[in-house]
């Protein structure tokens, strides 16, 4: 088990270290003018303090908050130049509690990053802080807002031609090379096994991302038939067509469209957990054969399987809709119903920036907070290496990438924000050594991420997590197409999180997933609430201990409305305790795949996994002291008969409504070692239909020694961190 499982003394202090971890700073930058320095930024001591105004003028000394009366000093214009103040600064040395520039409120265009690095740390005691002034809104903009009055009809005889007739009624056009925008992106292969990389030029509309024109509008057509040449078997034995042969499709729809030049596909070509954009090589009408360019997709087509067509203009047919053409350097719009016209009290936003809007390279003891960063076509906020960098109460939208990505270093945070509105995953977090089991530190906390994996779809959830030693807590995580947390490495702590409404458009694949990896141990998944999930085809797991996962603790959760609550998926030395299973369909999914000889899970366990082992070193200390049930596996490995499902440990759960264990896949349920369960008994619970799933005095849960769960600590923290 696993050094988290901590008393309540070690809790109280674990609790007040993230807590101190994200300390909100406070400048108070209203109440003084111009002096150089100003205690109540959130340190300890006197600091630096710096100011940045719309208004400002990067020739000024930027230690006033506003301009003079005689135009003559106040804060700067960009923060590039506040940024170049402390590095100067620093040279002559700074005050004792470091330095902070203050935003005023505004707009503030990016046209390249803004970009720190490792002269640009401050230190523990004297941290170099960049926050927005107390109550201002502060927005870091990688786009760039199209006002009203640059929309107008679209009057070209030959472009309303292609356009529907009620759509030529409501479809708007703008020029954006009169708005400054020369570079109109591009679409690029993305989805599952691709690299990130930045989206097109993006719309959003009051903050809420557009629709580039597709067909059909809601939902998916589906691949009608596979070209007998191409036809073949994948390695569980179902039939697929190679992706070189393309698929046939129903329908004449591609007939009205005049070009296929940059029109692509998306769609789970073989697997609902694998999605890809592609761009169009061919449609043959007669044939209905279409044909993708390399570098296609992943496994191959199969029949049935979901896709839809995306970026033609004949298909901006609905409020909500755009399309960019690019040659014209002109975007069509048909803004949504609600505000038909774009009015003045409506905003039109579009992505530009492809590089990460703030980037922090080898940068120790950095804050931003209360920033609101949003417009950019790939990262929102980048660090990567460094020390002790926080993203605290900043708001991360209407980002075509990653909201937050932190790339090795120790001691990061992302700390009560809101990031929604992201093509990718909300925050991508790594860091820690595998081989030593050194921590990173690293924690995800308080923060409310919805709306994400919007463009890539799979594997982009709302927090992936690689690495050693990261704590992922108190979070609220909902509404996507995939997962919500994605992990793999040890001594990570999932805790205290809600997660609804995930796993919402594909199959196979959990709110909380990890898999493939016999020493990614020690981790603890313990006190959230997981409720009202997807799932499409395979459906989907509330927790999902994927191919052969081992050493994991569910420890404590309340799962409620989700198909396959926990899955052991032939994994070992799994915990699955204390927790409360309300309409699960089953509670626990316990299987054997390990022992199975069929060549891909022979492989998967022969090879992947024994290779993954063997990186690590797993005879050698820290594996062989922290994790010494390993060595048991070097007896299966030896005997090529696969490995079975075993210590696993059932106890002290709660089973009310749906079913409880359902064991296949070798018929393995005697590998479960059960203690005592309460199952299909009445809990006595508080209120379950006002969704209080507390437990009552005379429960009788207390007799088989359930402990309580702390439900009303799940989810965000309000009013505070």
Request: glycine content about 12%; some cysteine; aromatic content about 8%.
């Amino acid at each position: 088990m696993s050094g988290f499982l901590l008393n309540k003394g070690a809790r109280r202090a674990l609790l007040a270290l993230v807590l101190g971890l994200t300390a909100t700073a406070a400048c108070g930058c209203r109440a003084a003018a111009s002096p150089r320095t100003e205690k109540g930024t959130g340190m300890n001591k006197t600091a630096e303090i710096l100011y940045v105004s719309p208004s400002g003028n990067d020739s000024w000394s930027g230690r006033r908050a506003d301009p003079a009366r005689d135009g003559k000093d106040g804060p700067f214009a960009t923060l590039d130049r506040a940024r170049d103040a402390i590095r100067r600064l620093k040279v002559a040395g700074l005050p004792p509690g470091g330095a902070a520039v203050c935003l005023r409120a505004g707009t503030y265009l990016l046209d390249k990053s803004f970009a720190l690095t490792q002269e640009d740390s401050g230190t523990g005691d004297a941290p170099v802080v960049y926050r927005a002034c107390d109550g201002e809104e502060v927005r870091l903009l990688g786009g760039r807002i199209v006002p009203p009055a640059s929309f107008g009809p679209v009057t070209d005889a030959a472009t309303l031609a292609r356009l529907g007739e009620e759509a030529r009624k409501h479809v708007l056009q703008a020029d954006l090379r009169e708005l400054g925008i020369s570079d109109f992106g591009r679409l690029r292969s993305r989805g599952f096994g691709r690299p990130a990389s930045p989206a097109h030029l993006e719309v959003f509309f009051d903050g809420a991302r557009m629709t580039l024109a597709r067909w059909p509008n809601g939902g998916y057509t589906k691949i009608a038939d596979l070209p007998p040449e191409g036809i073949g078997k994948d390695a569980h034995g179902a039939t697929t067509g190679k992706l070189e042969t393309g698929f046939i499709f129903e329908g004449d729809r591609p007939a009205r469209w005049k070009s296929l030049d940059n029109v692509w596909v998306h769609g789970y070509w073989c697997y609902d957990w694998a999605n890809t954009y592609e761009q169009i090589d061919s449609i043959d009408m007669q044939k209905h054969l279409l044909k993708a360019k390399p570098p296609y997709g992943t496994y191959g087509y199969m029949k049935n399987q979901r896709f839809y067509f995306l970026n033609i203009l004949e298909e901006l047919d609905e409020p909500g809709e755009y399309y960019v053409d690019n040659a014209a350097g002109v975007l069509y719009f048909w803004p949504p119903a609600a505000a038909a016209g774009a009015g003045p009290e409506h905003e039109v936003l579009a992505s530009v920036l492809e590089t990460p809007l703030i980037s922090l390279r080898d940068a120790s003891h950095v804050r931003l907070q209360g920033l609101t960063i949003e417009g950019g076509r790939g990262v929102g906020v980048e660090v990567r290496g460094g020390r002790d960098v926080r993203v605290e109460d900043c708001r991360v939208r209407a980002i075509g990438g990653h909201g937050v990505v932190i790339a090795g270093g120790t001691e990061h945070a992302v700390a009560g924000c809101e990031i929604r509105e992201v093509g990718d995953c909300g925050v991508t977090v790594t860091g820690g050594d595998r081989k030593t089991l050194a921590p990173s530190g690293h924690v995800i906390h308080n923060n409310h991420i919805h709306r994400f994996s919007q463009w890539s779809r799979c594997y982009v959830p709302a927090i992936q997590a690689s690495g050693v030693g990261i704590r992922m807590t108190h979070n609220l995580i909902h509404d996507a197409p995939h997962s919500g947390i994605i992990f793999n490495g040890n001594e990570m702590l999932i805790e205290f999180n809600e997660i609804h409404h995930v796993t919402m458009e594909t199959g196979d694949c959990g709110a909380i997933y990890t898999g493939r990896d016999y020493g990614a141990r020690g981790n603890v998944i313990r006190h959230n609430y997981i409720h009202d999930t997807g799932g499409y085809g395979m459906g989907s797991m509330a927790v999902y201990l994927d191919d052969c996962t081992s050493g994991q603790s569910v420890i404590g959760n309340l799962f409620v409305r989700t198909t396959r609550a926990v899955m052991i998926g032939g994994g070992r030395d799994n915990v699955v305790e204390n927790n409360i299973f309300v309409d699960c369909d089953p509670a626990i999914w316990f299987d054997g795949r390990g022992l199975d000889k069929a060549t891909v899970w022979h492989d998967m366990v022969y090879k992947t996994m024994q290779e993954r082992l063997r990186q690590v070193n797993y005879h050698q200390p820290p594996y062989s002291e922290r994790y010494p049930e390993l060595m048991e596996l070097d007896a299966y490995f030896a005997k090529d008969g696969g490995v079975p499902p075993e210590n696993n440990v059932v106890a002290r759960n709660i089973c009310v409504g749906g079913t409880w264990v359902l064991a296949t896949w070798h018929s393995v349920e005697h590998y479960l070692k059960y203690g005592e369960n309460l199952v299909g008994a009445d809990p006595g619970f508080v209120d379950a239909a006002k969704g209080d799933y507390g437990l009552k005095a005379g429960s009788p849960a207390w007799r088989i020694g359930f402990r309580a769960i702390p439900l009303d600590e799940i989810g965000l923290i309000r009013g505070g961190r």
